[in-house]
């Protein structure tokens, strides 16, 4: 696999031979990628994406949580004020009879 | 009839290996190597781990007994095999299958090449010692585990939140609602004393969004926060004192429903007051869970582009914040805008450090090195920028993997700082 070779780059520049630079650049840019390189790029990706993922879904559960906890104390609010209407209800009734 | 039974239970291995001779013990672990190196999987992770160790597969197989072998192979199997099975699982169904300009024998080949470096690095593992093993499957199925756990809690809370005030339900509090309108206005014309419980008026409806919108924001900010100015973070608590109205009408609400000598006001009144709230908590839910959708795109979006482009992130970001464009409150829109800017940027700055901790590090050392000897004058940067922009837009098309590559050359060629 060819290599990047300064000396040869800096020649070709200072010989304003510009064509044959871009070729010896190019030639380094464009070698081939293993089989393992390409995995490993993907494997970079996923790893990234399940970590950004677990950190959004970790802050969607904990607005879940809080709103689970929110609409849990409201409804027991409810029950208990509910409950009070009806005794003072009934001692209403029992006061009127 | 005494009772027979047909099943006759197979003698422990080592009790087998302590009845054979030596020579027909190597027979028999050289028969089974033979078979487990018949299966390619195995054959290639063996054929890396002689290559870490600079030499060629006959001689490693020369070296080791059979027995140290198939020991070898026990650890694959139980370790290694499933690890590399789940993650390219996950892979195919939830990653790659959803990168929309892969076709499907790009997938398989894009399976075939993690494979290839799963067991180069569990190759590399072993080398070091069997026990490493452990340590590469953990790593990866730590990630996996706490993907799996997250997506099941979710759904969990979901499912229990709809059950009680979903969509089905949700109809019939709208009707209860209505109803308990009626009847409270219907009671207030009979002169009948309607003490509210809040003073205080309606929350509007961007403020109510506001709410839930801050909080599950200020955790997802946590991402860029070593990165986080004073003035984000003290954006941060302005937007998580929105919080404070509805906190503090749930605790009113709870104040009074234990405080026995209050005055209570008719219970239509009473429930279409808590009905509100009940409503403002669901829609901020509503909002979240949008919310969670457009950020796991935009995440899926970020990593899968192919070009890490700040610029073309931001546009995105544009595209998507008009989802809120029906709302009127502009300060909102721009809040959300932001937010989702700053979050996607952040997951762009990471995607970038992250491939350079990931992919052919040497390589782009090795650019690096040329770089810093050799841009010495505009000309020869120019040279080297047009070269790697020309390389990059003809492997754009391609959605190559080795775009990313070639973005960050870019990078350093462009970051140069001339003396």
Redesign the interface.
Known sequence: MP??N?EE??RL?AEKK?AE??AL??S????A?T??????????????????????????????????K??D??D???S???Q??DI?KLKEDIDSM | MPEYSANVPSPEEQDVRAKLSPDQLQSMDQSALEQKLAEKPFFAFVQKIAEKQNVDIQKYLTDNTPEKVLQLAERYDKVVRPTVDR?KK??GDQ??GKMKALPPEAIAK?G???????S?EAAQEAVKGAANLESFSAKYSA??D??EH??N??GQ??R??SA??GTTNKGELSAIKAQAELMSASAKTQGVENTTIHAGERTKIAQRRLN?VA???K??R??GKERRSDAEIAEDEKFSDAQEP??TK?TS??E???D?GLK?PA?ED??KQ?GD??EQ??A??SD??KL?DI??EA??DV??SGKYNIEDAASSVNELGDEWGDQNDAEFNDYIKQMIEQTYQA?VK??VE??T????PN?IE??NR?VV??VR?N??KQ??T???Q??IDAESDKRS??V???TL?LNRVNNLKFS
Request: glycine residues 2%; hydrophobic residues 45%; proline residues 1%.
């Open positions: 290599k990047i300064d780059f800096n520049l510009f630079a871009k650049v190019k380094y840019i464009d070698q990628w089989k393992e390189d390409e995995g490993e790029f993907y494997v970079g990706l996923i790893t990234q994406y399940l970590e950004m993922s677990n950190k959004i879904n970790t802050a969607y559960i904990t607005e879940l949580q809080e709103a689970k929110d609409l104390r409201l027991k609010a409810q208990r004020v509910h009070t209407l003072n | 993650f996950f892979a990653f790659l894009a075939e090449s993690i494979e290839a470096f799963m180069q990630l996996l706490q993907y997250l997506a809690m979710a809370l979901n229990e939140l009680k005030y839930s909080r599950f924001f955790t997802i946590t991402l509805l906190q749930i609400f709870e009074a429903s234990l026995i209570i219970r009473y429930d808590i709230v009940r908590i669901l901020g839910l979240a869970n969670r950020l796991l995440t899926m990593v899968t997951a990471r995607g992250a491939t901790e990931n992919i052919n390589k090795e650019f040329f000897d050799n004058s000309e020869s040279l080297i047009d070269t790697v020309q390389s993997p080795k990313a590559q070639l050359m």
